[in-house]
């Protein structure tokens, strides 16, 4: 039976104490059906701890914390069944293949060996790992270990996904890999609490992302909200005629009344942009004056620009 129909994972006030240090401290979390969340942050920032209380694996201290409406303290029996976690570090036996790897989890799972043997090859083969099927996975690459990990979490298909730094340590083509497993998943309607250090990466998988830090969470949104929340978009135009610089700027100030940001190259200028309607205006201007553009583009701040003004706020 549901007893909550929007949200996977409610949370309020959260709190972890080991000793007198808070490592999770009064958060809260409304994380809704079939999303990928992100829970962003740096080391020791309280992720795992979070994931944690959240899968049934750690008592919490302070707060409440409701998955699929199933209260974390008196009915993990009601939620086990439907989650899984990932964890931080590879929980596979490196001297059994990847497919006797499986295997074992699917009979632990109580499926019969013809089952777990079709299963084993069904989910290799989903992840790019049916070649490496009879290899010991102490041979396999990190990206594929990490894909086995997923694998070995999905046997019997979750509701709910915890990733715990799915691709931390990965280079860019394993992390790529990865991420379309993750994508794969989120399709077949799985929601995934995925904690991880990298921007990039919640910027890429997640509908929306919490920012957490020495165990608060500090941000929350989606990536275009977060990048929004700390200021304006960045217009780069690049000449094609170095010597029209001087003329170019002053044209911008004042016909927009802008602050140029400093640029190190000779044909570039940079323009801090609230609205983007303003852009078309210092184009149709640049233009009325003949001077001529090879590129332009208008960026958002960067989710590590986010980062950083985010946990410096925090610093002062
Ligand atoms: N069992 C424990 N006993 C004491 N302190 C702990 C324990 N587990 C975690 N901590 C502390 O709690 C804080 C949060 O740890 P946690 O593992 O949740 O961080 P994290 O965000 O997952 O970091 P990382 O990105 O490094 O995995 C850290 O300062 C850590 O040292
Ligand atoms: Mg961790």
Same mark, same amino acid.
């Given at each position: 039976?549901?007893?909550?129909? &929007?949200?996977?994972?409610?949370?309020?006030?959260?709190?972890?104490?080991?000793?007198?240090?808070?490592?999770?401290n +009064?958060?809260?979390?409304?994380?809704? @059906?079939?999303?990928?969340?992100?829970?962003l942050g740096p080391n020791g920032a309280g992720k795992?701890?979070?994931?944690?209380?959240?899968?049934?694996?750690?008592?919490?201290?302070?707060?409440?914390?409701?998955?699929?409406?199933?209260?974390?303290?008196? &009915? =993990?029996?009601?939620?086990? =069944?439907?989650?899984?976690?990932?964890?931080?570090?590879?929980?596979?036996?490196?001297?059994?293949?990847?497919?006797?790897?499986?295997?074992?989890?699917?009979?632990?799972?109580?499926?019969?060996?013809?089952?777990?043997?079709?299963?084993?090859?069904?989910?290799?083969?989903?992840?790019?790992?049916?070649?490496?099927?009879? @290899?010991?996975? +102490?041979?396999?690459?990190?990206?594929?270990?990490?894909?086995?990990?997923?694998?070995?979490?999905? !046997?019997?298909?979750?509701?709910?996904?915890?990733?715990?730094?799915?691709?931390?340590?990965?280079?860019?083509?394993?992390?790529?890999?990865?991420?379309? %497993?993750?994508?794969?998943?989120? +399709?077949?309607?799985?929601? !995934?609490?995925?904690?991880?250090?990298?921007?990039?990466?919640?910027?890429?998988?997640?509908?929306?992302?919490a920012v957490i830090d020495k165990g608060e969470i500090i941000a929350?949104?989606?990536?275009?909200?977060? @990048?929004?929340?700390?200021?304006?978009?960045?217009? *780069?135009?690049?000449?094609?005629?170095?010597?029209?610089?001087?003329?170019? &700027?002053?044209?911008?100030?004042?016909? !927009?009344?802008?602050?140029?940001?400093?640029?190190?190259? /000779? /044909?570039? !200028?940079? %323009?801090?942009?609230?609205?983007?309607?303003?852009?078309?205006?210092?184009?149709? *201007?640049?233009?009325?004056?003949?001077? &001529?553009?090879?590129?332009?583009?208008?960026?958002?701040?960067?989710?590590?620009?986010?980062f950083?003004?985010l946990t410096e706020e925090e610093e002062?």
């Amino acid at each position: 039976m549901e007893k909550s129909r &929007e949200y996977a994972i409610e949370v309020r006030g959260l709190t972890k104490q080991f000793g007198d240090f808070k490592a999770v401290n +009064k958060i809260d979390l409304n994380i809704e @059906k079939g999303m990928v969340y992100g829970f962003l942050g740096p080391n020791g920032a309280g992720k795992t701890t979070t994931v944690r209380m959240l899968a049934t694996l750690l008592e919490i201290d302070g707060g409440t914390a409701t998955i699929f409406g199933y209260d974390v303290q008196t &009915e =993990p029996k009601k939620i086990r =069944p439907r989650i899984a976690l990932t964890g931080q570090y590879s929980s596979v036996d490196e001297d059994l293949t990847g497919k006797e790897n499986l295997v074992m989890i699917c009979r632990l799972m109580g499926f019969s060996r013809k089952d777990s043997k079709k299963r084993a090859l069904d989910l290799l083969e989903a992840f790019g790992l049916f070649d490496a099927a009879n @290899k010991q996975t +102490k041979e396999y690459s990190g990206g594929m270990r990490r894909r086995l990990d997923i694998a070995a979490s999905i !046997v019997v298909t979750p509701d709910l996904l915890f990733l715990d730094e799915p691709t931390t340590g990965l280079d860019p083509r394993s992390r790529n890999q990865v991420w379309d %497993v993750i994508r794969a998943l989120t +399709k077949a309607g799985t929601t !995934v609490l995925l904690t991880t250090q990298y921007l990039e990466e919640a910027d890429q998988l997640a509908d929306r992302i919490a920012v957490i830090d020495k165990g608060e969470i500090i941000a929350e949104g989606t990536a275009t909200e977060l @990048k929004a929340s700390v200021g304006s978009g960045m217009l *780069h135009l690049t000449l094609k005629n170095e010597a029209d610089r001087t003329q170019a &700027e002053s044209l911008i100030e004042s016909s !927009v009344g802008l602050v140029l940001s400093e640029s190190s190259r /000779a /044909a570039e !200028v940079l %323009v801090k942009v609230e609205d983007p309607a303003i852009a078309t205006t210092i184009l149709n *201007h640049l233009a009325e004056a003949g001077i &001529e553009l090879v590129t332009f583009s208008l960026s958002q701040p960067s989710l590590d620009e986010v980062f950083l003004a985010l946990t410096e706020e925090e610093e002062a």
